[in-house]
Structure formats: C-alpha cells, structure tokens
C-alpha cells in the first residue's frame, strides 16, 4: 500500500501567515491527489485535487503544487475560517490512503 | 443542490450486521462512481469502497473485503453499503461520497453526505 505521509502533523499560526503542509508519497503517484479540509463534527471538503486543480467554490488563496511523491498545499494569506485539520488523499492505485493529518491551530 | 443522505447506522454487536444506505438527489446519480468512507473517533478518513456507474466495477480495502458489499440502485438514486461480520475496529463514521471532480485521470471525491455513525460494541 501506498503511505503518505504529511508535515508538520500540528502548526500554530496567525491570521495573515502563509502556511505550507508537505505530503510525501512511499512511492510515486504521478498528480493522483487531493487536499481535503475538515472542520470538526462535519465531512471532509474538497479544496485541491489532481495536485494542483482548485475545487470550484474553493478561495484562490488555496493552491496546491507537486508530482511524483512531494506535494504541498499552500494557504498565502491565514484566514479565521481556515482552522481546521487537512488531509492528502492519493488516487495511483487501490487501496487509495489518506495522510495522518496535519491540524493548523490559532496562535 | 447535490445532497447525499446516509441512513441506517446505529450499535451493533460484535459478529452483526447493517445496512447503511446513501439517497442522493440533484445530480444525475447514474452517470457517476460513487463511494464509501469511514472516520474511526479521533482518526483521520479511510476510503472503505466504490462502485462504478452501472454497479459492473467494484473495489474493496483489504480489511472489508468479504465482509462489506457495496452496492448501488440507479433507480432509486441510492447507494448501498451492507455490513457484515462486524468487528469492533469498524466502528466509525461512514460518509458516501461523489466521486465527480475530473482531473489528469482520475475521479475525485467532491460531495460527501453528513455521515452515519456505526458503533460495534458488546
């Protein structure tokens, strides 16, 4: 199975930061990933995916870059509404994983 | 509006069954793959299976396989997710999901349900 694994898995952050989270893949992927946010007690939301694709209704200040195994999201500008936990999710072959998660905090 | 509304979780007994279903409305469910995804309490997402659009494709995680049977009614616009053998590491959350989101090859999870709690417990 493919493992991806995300860092930092926790960030403490201010309103107005650029924020990065990395996902590395065990093997490569090609572009087959997503970025998901999720805030607690709801389903996860779709922000980025084939790597770089932003989800309609998502804000521009989300991006997402990387091919083969390293990936990153990218938030330019910390927003109050974007506290939350994100996951990678990749698509290359079955079964399809998650990363563990990295939970951005307010500092 | 797409909604995609599980029914159907609730506490179950070690080695028992359940039948979780996903009705969808506002969009044309028979044009697309559908899937199923649980969230253990305190854990991150994991993708448990999906179905293509006319039921002929179906895939699996290793630890349901000849357990969980998915399933699908394009009639009916509903989803199904059939349970069985149930153990205690199955209990999570189960969320269906669209998997409508075109990219480089591949279809990606854009709409999810609110979710059914499944809990496995003596």
């Known amino acids: 199975d493919i493992q991806l694994t995300q860092s930092p898995s926790f960030l403490s952050a201010s309103v107005g930061d650029r924020v990065t989270i990395t996902c590395r893949a065990s093997?490569?992927?090609?572009?087959?990933l997503a970025w998901y946010q999720q805030k607690s007690g709801k389903a996860p939301n779709l922000l980025i995916y084939?790597?770089?694709t932003l989800q309609s209704g998502v804000p521009s200040r989300f991006s997402g870059s990387g091919s083969g195994t390293e990936f990153t999201l990218t938030i330019s500008s910390l927003q109050p509404e974007d506290f939350a936990t994100y996951y990678c999710?990749?698509?290359?072959?079955?079964?399809?994983?998650f990363g563990g998660g990295t939970k951005v905090e307010i500092k | 509006e797409v909604q995609l509304v599980e029914s159907g979780g609730g506490l179950v007994q070690p080695g028992g069954s359940l039948r979780l279903s996903c009705a969808a409305s506002?969009?044309?469910?028979?044009?697309?793959?559908m899937a199923w995804l649980r969230q253990a309490p305190g854990k991150g997402p994991e993708w448990v299976a999906n179905i293509k659009q006319e039921g002929d494709e179906r895939n699996y995680l290793d630890s349901v396989k000849g357990r969980f049977t998915v399933s699908r009614d394009n009639a009916k616009n509903s989803l199904y997710l059939q349970l069985n053998s149930l153990r205690v590491e199955d209990t999570a959350v189960y969320y269906c999901a669209t998997a409508g989101a075109w990219g480089g090859g591949r279809y990606y999870f854009d709409y999810w349900g609110q979710g059914a709690l499944v809990t496995v417990s003596s």
């Open positions: 999710l990749h698509l290359n072959v079955y079964p399809l994983t």
């Open positions: 084939a790597a770089s």
């Open positions: 093997q490569g992927i090609s572009s087959y």
């Open positions: 506002g969009f044309t469910f028979r044009s697309y793959w």
